[in-house]
């Protein structure tokens, strides 16, 4: 099994229209291959946590490099696992605030996607915050 952690700009501000659409191609192509994980949305940027077989992580890879919702990808962790962190979800999904994300990474003032990119560029710490939402999390 293998993880990929990375994180994205998006190309536009998302709507919850756009942000439900999303979700909805999303959790049914994860669900058809056996992917699991976690998406973030704060301020315009993605923070994503993806974990499967592999294969299936390549060719998600591949599509996500090339989709045009985002950019500015940057890989923060690509690395073999034992098991899924996040098994329960196709996508778990939260779109957070200034404070919350301040709040999940120990009270470190968070005032914009460039301030969030700086400091889930660690693997450790952007899978910890991706877990301190997870465990919170209870559906959309």
């Not at 190309?11 to 994860?30: F, P, V």
């Not at 974990?51 to 045009?68: F, T």
């Not at 940057?74 to 696992?81: F, R």
């Amino acid at each position: 099994m293998r993880r990929l952690i990375y994180l994205s700009t998006a190309s536009q501000l998302m709507s919850t229209n756009d942000i439900l659409e999303l979700l909805k191609e999303c959790r049914g192509a994860n669900t058809q291959h056996n992917i699991t994980g976690f998406l973030i949305y704060y301020d315009g940027c993605f923070v994503q946590v993806i974990e499967g077989a592999s294969e299936n992580i390549s060719a998600l890879w591949e599509n996500i490099q090339k989709d045009q919702r985002h950019h500015n990808l940057i890989l923060i962790n690509d690395s073999e696992i034992e098991k899924n962190e996040f098994p329960n979800w196709s996508m778990g999904f939260i779109n957070i605030s200034t404070a919350q994300a301040s709040k999940h990474l120990g009270g470190v003032a968070i005032n914009s996607s460039q301030d969030l990119e700086k400091y889930v560029k660690n693997p450790g710490i952007a899978l910890k915050f991706l877990q301190g939402f997870a465990l919170s999390y209870t559906g959309d």
